[in-house]
C-alpha cells in the first residue's frame, strides 16, 4: 500500500499567487515525521519543511508552510507568493519512529510545479 | 560546516561496465542513507548504515548493488555489471546516531548515472 500519496502529477500557479500542494499518508505508528523536500532541474534535494506527529502547531518556514491535519493525514504544503524559481519538482516524505529514531524516509511520486509570468 | 557531499555528480558508462558512487556524509554522522530516482519515478530507500554495518538493505534492487562504508566514514556504492535501468539519480543522506527532528533531511547533491 502506498504510504505516501501526492496526487497532483503537475500544477500551474501565476507569479506571486498562493498553491498548495498535496500529501497524504498511512502509518499505524503514531510516532512519525513529514518532510518536503524540492528539486530543481539541476536535480538537487532541498528540504523545505518538516512537521513532527506530536507538534501542535503547523510548521512555517519562510513562504513555505505546512496544513497538517493529522486526523486526515494529511500534511500539504502551501506556497505562498510564488517566485519563478519555485518552478521545480516537490517531494512529500515520511520517516516513522519518532524523534530518536534513525528510519529511511518513505516518498511520494512527486508534484511538477510550473510558475508563470 | 561541510555537508553531504557525493562523487562524481554525472556518470556515464556502457551496459555491463562497473560504476562506484561515493557519499561522504557530514562529520560526525553515524547513519548513512542511499536512495534513488529512477528514470522520473519516485525516490526509493536502498539502505541504511549504521557506522559500518549495514541496518536495513531490503530496498536493494538486486545483487549487482553492492554498499560499502569501512570505518564508518565515507560510503561507496558499486553498480557490477550496469543494466539500461539502473539509469537515474543516486542520493545520500545523513543524521547523528541519534537524529532530532529533522536532522536526517539533508541529502547530497546526488550522482547522475546514465547507462548506455
Known amino acids: 500500500a502506498q504510504k505516501i500519496t501526492q496526487t497532483q502529477p503537475g500544477m500551474f500557479v501565476q507569479e506571486k499567487e498562493a498553491v498548495t500542494l498535496d500529501c497524504t499518508y498511512d502509518t499505524s505508528d503514531p510516532s512519525y515525521g513529514l518532510f518536503w523536500y524540492k528539486q530543481p532541474s539541476s536535480g538537487e534535494m532541498i528540504f523545505l519543511i518538516y512537521?513532527?506527529?506530536?507538534?501542535?502547531q503547523n510548521a512555517t518556514e519562510g513562504r513555505y508552510s505546512l496544513n497538517f491535519q493529522k486526523a486526515r493525514k494529511s500534511a500539504n504544503l502551501v506556497i505562498s507568493a510564488s517566485q519563478l524559481g519555485d518552478s521545480a519538482m516537490y517531494f512529500c516524505a515520511m520517516r516513522e519512529g519518532g524523534t530518536g529514531t534513525a528510519s529511511k524516509l518513505t516518498f511520494g511520486t512527486g508534484t511538477r510545479l510550473q510558475v508563470t509570468l | 560546516e561541510a555537508g553531504v557531499t557525493q562523487f562524481p555528480s554525472h556518470s556515464v558508462i556502457e551496459k555491463g561496465q562497473t560504476v562506484t558512487l561515493r557519499c561522504d556524509p557530514i562529520?560526525?554522522?553515524?547513519?548513512l542513507y542511499w536512495y534513488r530516482r529512477v528514470m522520473g519515478k519516485e525516490i526509493k530507500f536502498l539502505l541504511h548504515?549504521?557506522?559500518?554495518?549495514?541496518?536495513?538493505e531490503s530496498g536493494m534492487p538486486n545483487n549487482r548493488f553492492l554498499a560499502e562504508r569501512t570505518g564508518g566514514t565515507y560510503s561507496t556504492l558499486k553498480v557490477q555489471p550496469a543494466e539500461l535501468e539502473d539509469s537515474g539519480v543516486y542520493f545520500c543522506?545523513?543524521?547523528?546516531?541519534?537524529?532530532?527532528?529533522?536532522?536526517?533531511?539533508?541529502f547530497g547533491q546526488g550522482t547522475r548515472l546514465t547507462v548506455v
Open positions: 548504515f549504521v557506522k559500518e554495518s549495514k541496518q536495513d
Open positions: 543522506a545523513s543524521s547523528p546516531l541519534i537524529p532530532v527532528r529533522n536532522t536526517e533531511a539533508f
Open positions: 512537521q513532527g506527529s506530536y507538534d501542535q
Open positions: 562529520s560526525g554522522h553515524d547513519n
